[in-house]
């Protein structure tokens, strides 16, 4: 149990992942990437130290959104598209809750991209745990805003012919101030993903590569399997320069207003060259470029990428209605029943 | 002041309309004539008629914005059907709204509006101030704007400047007219313009010419004297049936001890209730204006889990939205307030406009069996007592409910007399205790079948709930046919036996005889006037006018079936009487309807009642 400072209520004893376990029976496919983030998810809640009964977890429609029905919470599993919205009203009603949000490619950017982009454009202080699978898997495997061009899926058998959002970019150009991307299989990396979104005040994205093993098995292998992930995958750490390899022989230097890869040693480059990470920066343009890389020119970026402090839409509804009620002459319905214009008839 | 050397002529009630373009201030001279109405003691009703268009070209009939004030010495409870005197302040406006002046009415007109290019630009061929076609009116020419410039042209006000308060000195005129003080008026320019002194000095400057001219013309021929009304005593306001929505809702949430969130989208003609909650800070009301409809009702229902009143106020196109969003309210049998302020259908219809279309919609409108309850409105005042029934039956039976008002009710105003809180009915939410260890989610009260509101926070209650069918009692997510058929049952009765928890159905008139005439809604006024004039006429008519819907109240049937024909009159293609049709076996029932984006006409009642009552 670690210190988070927050007005959620915490508890006096030290909760296990067992409190936190549901009796329902978990009915992923087997070899399925939500029962990865399921487990952290049961490391986490333990960890925050909130009481057990201040955690709220929202869904909408998918397979990722069957997650409140194994976790002993409270949690809504709400219509498709529409886990946002709901999980907003939740943290708007009662911001001493710790609100999670379980979602997938589909739920988040297709139906609702609407409520993303704006959910995290208001910064309502929620845990975003975006599954993407780059596929639709409990409709079986149609394609979804983030299926790399020319995919062949079941609804397009000759390939798909739409260019992919990359959600780190979709997340920052909505203003967003937590953006994280881990992979499934590395449960600590995930597990300090979610801890750092519950700390960061404000919407946090955490966005997990997520493996879908009947529909889009192996789509984030290339990157994130034990033989790719090395030269393929850049871990940032706040404070510490960007580095990447096998024996992190590799890095990002900024290049007049660009990103490079540059290898150690390497035309006299030292790491004084490499770009050191800052994830409390607030101009989100490094942020940006960051979780743009990819291949085939570059690794892919994991880890927290982006936390930077803004006030949260939460704290400020807060805020007005203290403000509101301050030196207010209505302060109940029967002062408001004697104000504005009135005449009495005797 | 001369004003008593004229003849004073006594009536119980008048109809005036302001009608001018967009841009001449028209709301706000018929806001604070019917203020003075208010003052002198009336009873009264006021609609604004205006395009959904903010500015429609100048002169032009789609740029013709109105506002309609109904006073009198006795109860109010239509805006009025046709005009006793009509300000005129452009061409297009007469040619918009000669259809509503009675024979005879006062046509007081800026003339000064009637140039070429004006007259034209309205259709006219010829300038009917001059050719006589309103000969059948008592009609009053007055060069508005040239007299506002010249009473402003020692302060120095530039002549445009000057031209925009040319509709205080109508004002003023129709003051006099009224034999209404100027006074009033003065105080509420001071307040507004307390920023601007020369602002309000513009407007009293104004407003007290258009009132000495008036006494200068000979059209005037009498004063019109409209007596204060014999009201219940208390403490009065001019209220919107918009405005007494978010105060019924505010009520309930007070009573109720469960801070109110509203999560809405803005839509005409619904959003003045969004506005109006939104200024209620100090009464702790949560407003969340949403990115969309579904993201206004979806917050709500996040919000009523968390354990707030929610509501989401929209109008019919919004409801269409939020159809899914209701359903998952209906399976979590969670409470929530659904506000739908009507207006003219399908699409985007008649934006300004009303209707009573989206009924069978409320009912219906949702995949799955999905009940709800269904209460409407029936004047502009009421619609506070219905927006706090509303959430009342919401949370105390847990389930949604949705409210139906309407533009005309909701842009419309009515006296208000103020409520005091502990007149209000009680409101108990049936919130779950913590650490209750019998403590099931769809566990229910034998009686209601309500299950209990499980707070998150509260101690011991963990649950998951969601869209998915759940096992009754336990929750957990089930598929069991049996299960499903008992589980669609029991949100079936349960919303049924809020019928024990509403009043009977009344009835105007005899209890049984020849014709029942039935509505619903923002019709009553309407309805209620064309069959009171029928009774006094000695006809053998009476009326039910209803308010529940879904449940129907407990004696419909009885009451219904007391009649050798029933006519239902609503402004749709028939929606209630298919919907009673559907309910009970009804040999003799008719339906009169009317799809023309207004109100009924009490004269087109009365045809058709007496037609009715003609016919064997």
Redesign the interface.
Known sequence: MEYINSTI?RTTVQLEKADFE?D?MVKWCPGCGAHAILAAVERVFPRLGY????F????G?GCSSRF??YV????????HG?A???????????P??SVWVATGDGDSLAIGG??FI?TIRRNVDLNIMLFNNEIYGLTKGQYSPTTPMNTVTKSSPHGTIEHPFNIGELVMGAQGTFFARVPDNDLTMMTEAMFEAAKHDGASIVEILQNCIIFADKAHFGITSKENRDDHMCVVIDGQPILFGHNKEKGLRLNGTELEVVELGNNNITIDDILVHDRYNPDPWIHMMLAKLGPPHFPKVFGVIRSAMFPTYDDL?EE??R???KD???????H???S??????? | MTKFNRPVEERESVVVKFVGDSGDGMQFAGGLFSDSAAFAGNDLATFPDFPSEIRAPQNTIPGVSGFQVHMGSAKIYTTGDLCDVIVVMNPASLRANLKWAKVGATLLVDSDAFDEKAIEKAGYTSNPLEDNSLAKYNLIKAPITTLTKEGLKDLGVEPKTAARSKNMFALGMLYFIFNRPLKPSFKFFDAKFKKDPTLARINKIVLEAGYNYADTIEAIASVIQVSAAKLPPGRYRNITGNVATAWGLLAAAEKSKRPLFLGSYPITPASEILMELAKHKSLGAKVFQAEDEIAGICSAIGASYAGLMACTTTSGPGLSLKSEAIGLAVMTELPLVIVDVQRGGPSTGLPTKSEQSDLMQALFGRNGECPVIVIAASSSDNCFYYAYMAAKLSMEHMTPCILLTDGYLGFGSALFRDPRMVNMPPIHPPVAKPNDSTYKPYKRNPETLVRDWAIPGTEGLRHRIGGLEKENITGTVSTDPLNHQRMTELRAEKVARVANYIPEQEIDGPKKGELLVVSWGGTFGAVHSAVQQMQQEGKKISHAHFHYINPLPKNTEKILKGFKKILVCELNAGQFVNYLRMSFTLPNIHQFNKVQGLPFMINELTDKFNQLLEEK
């Open positions: 209520e549901s329902q009481k057990k009964e201040n709220c977890l929202v869904s429609i409140p029905y002993n919470t409270y949690g809504i599993h709400g219509i529409r946002l919205p709901i999980a907003t009203g939740i943290k708007v009603a009662n001493h809750l609407n409520h704006h509804v007005k209605i403000l509101g009620q207010a002459p209505i302060k109940k319905m029967d408001l029943f004697k504005g214009d009135t005449w009495e008839i005797k």
